[in-house]
């Protein structure tokens, strides 16, 4: 009953938050490409470590910037409420980004109801990732992951774990 209202609160301010307009939806179809001015197959970025959990910068919908924890656990990509907010607020999404409702088993075994939303762009480094599904947890304070929705998207991947990188491999 909480989510619902949760869910229900967020759609509201994301109504108010975005200007009207009509057309029909495209569909969410991802892929991915380098932005680098000269194309390569492997786009290198830096990590973070943090008593064995390793963040990177991820920028959402070519706006805000965020660490996320690169977890290879995770089935998909996750954010909380209050990154979704501020990009609410940045006008970076909206209502239309909404895709529904979905089930997720977190990491204590339980089962949670999360809203499910559409990134239109993520960007790591010189990777760039179109129609991106993100869960959004109603706990203000649950950790960003970046998960195989996103890691699924390239060839392949590995860590430098002495210069602190992760070599993405493109498709």
């Known amino acids: 009953m909480a989510n619902q209202r949760v869910v229900i609160l967020f759609s509201l301010v994301l109504l108010l938050c975005t200007a009207c307009g009509s057309g029909t939806k495209k569909p969410n179809i991802p892929f991915v490409e380098n932005s ?21 910068q991820v920028k959402i919908n070519n706006c805000s910037e965020f660490p996320m924890i690169f977890d290879t656990g995770c089935s998909g990509m996750t ?10 607020k940045q006008g970076c999404i909206s209502a239309d980004d909404i895709e529904g409702y979905g089930y997720s088993t977190i990491a204590d075994g339980s089962i949670v109801q ?11 480094g010189d990777l760039i990732c179109h129609n991106i599904r993100a869960s959004v947890s109603d706990n ?5 992951l970046l998960g195989n929705g996103v890691l699924n998207q ?18």
């Open 154 to 171: 390239v060839e392949s991947f590995s860590t430098d774990n002495i210069n602190k990188t992760i070599k993405f491999h493109l498709k």
């Open 114 to 124: 999360n809203m499910i939303i559409n990134l239109k762009q993520i960007q790591i």
């Open 36 to 56: 680098s001015e000269y194309y390569d197959e492997d786009v290198i970025v830096p990590f973070n470590d943090y008593a064995g959990v390793r963040t990177i």
């Open 140 to 144: 203000e304070n649950a950790p960003l």
């Open 79 to 88: 954010l909380s409420i209050a990154e979704v907010y501020v990009l609410a």
